[in-house]
């Protein structure tokens, strides 16, 4: 029998907002947007995409990591910070949701805004345009039921998911779901997230059917990457460009 994990404590108003005030400082919101494409940075990166001095990165990632937002691993002489959960990068997607139908800045789209809205990293899974279709096509065949906030994998889906060679192992005492919905902020839809998001995107990069970007969580599909995903999942250049 499997181990049932501990309900989780319900959050305080107080507690709701620390968490608030912490993410709602712009550099701290920009490092943390930083670390949403799954990979750990040092402090000098993060300086860097926060647009702020050392001395004020390293206050704000101490207050994150206090916070629970963060966690720092050390390797060598090098301090490396990432997500301390898979639920910090989906609470930053939310919000991202909710900042991206507010009221709009004045500023034209750039090359990067669109590589992000086609394929991008969402912490350990993949989101904008790529993610969506991905949870579209698997639902429309039925290998995934979507839900409202929810996802259940058929067991048709095990199968076809088992014939890529994805495994999913029953979860034990992990608390992480095999398979949830995360809203994307820029198509204002779900894609998938769980250990079966996170599963397609490393099979994705494995295969080389995608490859990060050096500067932003957008990804890049490869020629590999098109005829694959045609093939397998039906979607092609143009169910990916924008309308």
Same mark, same amino acid.
Request: charged share 20%.
């Given at each position: 029998?499997?181990?049932?994990?501990?309900?989780?404590?319900?959050?305080?108003?107080?507690?709701?907002?620390?968490?608030?005030?912490?993410?709602?400082?712009?550099?701290?919101?920009?490092?943390?947007?930083?670390?949403?494409?799954?990979?750990?940075?040092?402090?000098?990166?993060?300086?860097?995409?926060?647009?702020?001095?050392?001395?004020?990165?390293?206050?704000?990632?101490?207050?994150?990591?206090?916070?629970?937002?963060?966690?720092?691993?050390?390797?060598?002489?090098?301090?490396?910070?990432? /997500? @301390?959960? *898979? &639920?910090?990068?989906?609470?930053?997607?939310? =919000?991202?949701? !909710?900042?991206?139908?507010?009221?709009? %800045?004045?500023?034209?789209?750039?090359?990067?805004?669109?590589?992000?809205?086609?394929?991008?990293?969402?912490?350990?899974?993949?989101?904008?345009?790529?993610?969506?279709?991905?949870?579209?096509?698997?639902?429309?065949?039925?290998?995934?039921?979507?839900?409202?906030?929810?996802?259940?994998?058929?067991?048709?889906?095990?199968?076809?998911?088992?014939?890529?060679? /994805? @495994?999913? *192992? &029953?979860?034990?005492?992990?608390?992480?779901? =095999?398979?949830? !919905?995360?809203?994307?902020?820029?198509? %204002?839809?779900?894609?998938?997230?769980?250990?079966?998001?996170?599963?397609?995107?490393?099979?994705?990069?494995?295969?080389?059917?995608?490859?990060?970007?050096?500067?932003?969580?957008?990804?890049?599909?490869?020629?590999?990457?098109?005829?694959?995903?045609?093939?397998?999942?039906?979607?092609?250049?143009?169910?990916?460009?924008?309308?």
């Amino acid at each position: 029998m499997g181990m049932t994990s501990p309900p989780l404590p319900l959050a305080s108003a107080n507690g709701i907002a620390t968490v608030a005030a912490l993410i709602g400082d712009p550099a701290r919101a920009n490092i943390l947007s930083a670390l949403m494409g799954g990979q750990a940075l040092t402090a000098g990166e993060l300086s860097w995409r926060a647009g702020v001095g050392a001395a004020t990165t390293s206050g704000h990632l101490a207050k994150m990591s206090e916070a629970g937002l963060l966690v720092m691993e050390r390797q060598g002489r090098h301090r490396y910070y990432r /997500l @301390a959960s *898979p &639920d910090i990068a989906q609470a930053m997607e939310s =919000l991202m949701a !909710v900042a991206a139908a507010g009221p709009q %800045r004045h500023r034209p789209p750039g090359p990067k805004d669109e590589a992000l809205r086609t394929a991008r990293t969402c912490y350990d899974h993949l989101a904008g345009r790529l993610g969506t279709k991905l949870a579209d096509r698997l639902n429309e065949r039925g290998l995934v039921i979507l839900g409202d906030g929810g996802a259940l994998v058929t067991d048709d889906g095990r199968d076809f998911l088992g014939g890529l060679g /994805l @495994a999913f *192992p &029953d979860a034990g005492g992990h608390r992480r779901p =095999l398979c949830r !919905v995360c809203l994307d902020w820029s198509e %204002r839809r779900h894609h998938l997230a769980g250990r079966l998001g996170a599963a397609l995107l490393t099979c994705s990069l494995e295969r080389g059917w995608i490859i990060r970007s050096p500067d932003s969580r957008a990804v890049t599909i490869t020629e590999t990457g098109g005829k694959e995903f045609a093939t397998i999942f039906g979607i092609t250049a143009e169910h990916l460009t924008a309308k």
